[in-house]
């Protein structure tokens, strides 16, 4: 099990961009998300949580580089 970071601490830690983030969490990108106080509003990548392990090994599957 890795770290459990944001969105924009991932894209920090692979030098990406967040937008990139996004189009990976689209794509499959494994993630979990943030429970909320308010459940009215409308999820969104601010609130995903990413595994850097699994990250890596998803990049790896999918022949990412990094």
Same mark, same amino acid.
């Given at each position: 099990?890795?770290?459990? $970071?944001?969105?924009?601490?991932?894209? @920090?830690?692979?030098? $990406? *961009?967040?937008?990139?983030?996004?189009?990976?969490?689209?794509?499959?990108?494994?993630?979990?998300?943030?429970?909320?106080?308010?459940? @009215?509003?409308?999820?969104? *990548? +601010?609130?995903?949580?990413?595994?850097?392990?699994? $990250?890596?090994?998803?990049?790896? +599957?999918?022949?990412? *580089?990094?």
């Amino acid at each position: 099990m890795g770290l459990k $970071v944001n969105c924009s601490d991932l894209a @920090a830690i692979f030098g $990406v *961009s967040q937008t990139k983030i996004d189009t990976w969490a689209d794509q499959g990108l494994p993630f979990s998300i943030k429970p909320k106080k308010n459940t @009215a509003q409308p999820t969104t *990548s +601010k609130d995903y949580i990413f595994d850097t392990t699994e $990250v890596i090994e998803w990049c790896i +599957k999918n022949k990412i *580089s990094l």
